[in-house]
């Protein structure tokens, strides 16, 4: 990689590190391993780094990765056998409604990987039905599907949370 594409590249990670590990943070539930998905995303990006700048979408074409990352982490022997023992007291910050937040990240946990992704992708990261299809690489029908079926389990999870109707 030429100086000025390593410069480039370099301002672009520092720039968007923190939105990506909460991202990361989203879809996995643990800032241990959300810091290993941005820098696994980080080493890919390196490598297509001429394919990500040239991209129409920089910000879309990563947050693919990321995604991507994650799901096929997922399905590694490590990460369905090997579960942390939770996150350190002091990681831990109390917000304003923190109990519900913990309950819903509790359930969000629970999902599926790929209804995790697309619950995270649509309400966290803002993306409509179609661009959440787009980093997922699925249809439009398959992501509204799946918003449904996690929608639905969470209800299941969580059968005192108040649901808001929309």
Same mark, same amino acid.
């Given at each position: 990689?030429?100086?000025?594409?390593?410069?480039?590249?370099?301002?672009?990670?520092?720039?968007?590190?923190?939105?990506?590990?909460?991202?990361?943070?989203?879809?996995?539930?643990?800032?241990?391993?959300?810091?290993?998905?941005?820098?696994?995303?980080? +080493?890919? *990006?390196?490598?297509?780094? /001429? #394919?990500?700048?040239?991209?129409?979408?920089?910000?879309?074409?990563? $947050?693919?990765?990321?995604?991507?990352?994650?799901?096929?982490?997922?399905?590694?022997?490590?990460?369905?056998?090997?579960?942390?023992?939770?996150?350190?007291?002091?990681?831990?910050?109390?917000?304003?409604?923190?109990?519900?937040? +913990?309950? *819903?990240?509790?359930?969000? /946990? #629970?999902?599926?990987?790929?209804?995790?992704?697309?619950?995270?992708? $649509?309400?966290?990261?803002?993306?409509?039905?179609?661009?959440?299809?787009?980093?997922?690489?699925?249809?439009?029908?398959?992501?509204?599907?799946?918003?449904?079926?996690?929608?639905?389990?969470?209800?299941?999870?969580?059968?005192?949370?108040?649901?808001?109707?929309?």
């Amino acid at each position: 990689m030429r100086a000025d594409e390593e410069h480039a590249y370099a301002q672009y990670v520092s720039s968007r590190v923190l939105a990506l590990r909460r991202t990361a943070y989203h879809l996995c539930g643990d800032w241990h391993e959300a810091h290993d998905l941005v820098q696994a995303t980080f +080493i890919k *990006l390196y490598r297509h780094w /001429g #394919r990500v700048s040239a991209a129409d979408s920089p910000d879309a074409y990563v $947050r693919q990765v990321l995604v991507n990352v994650f799901l096929q982490h997922r399905g590694t022997w490590w990460a369905r056998n090997v579960r942390p023992f939770g996150e350190l007291a002091e990681q831990r910050t109390p917000e304003p409604s923190t109990e519900q937040r +913990i309950d *819903l990240r509790a359930a969000l /946990g #629970r999902l599926a990987p790929g209804q995790r992704a697309v619950l995270v992708l $649509r309400y966290w990261e803002g993306l409509d039905v179609a661009e959440t299809a787009r980093v997922l690489g699925c249809s439009t029908g398959t992501v509204k599907s799946q918003t449904s079926h996690a929608l639905a389990a969470l209800r299941r999870l969580m059968p005192d949370y108040a649901w808001e109707a929309r």
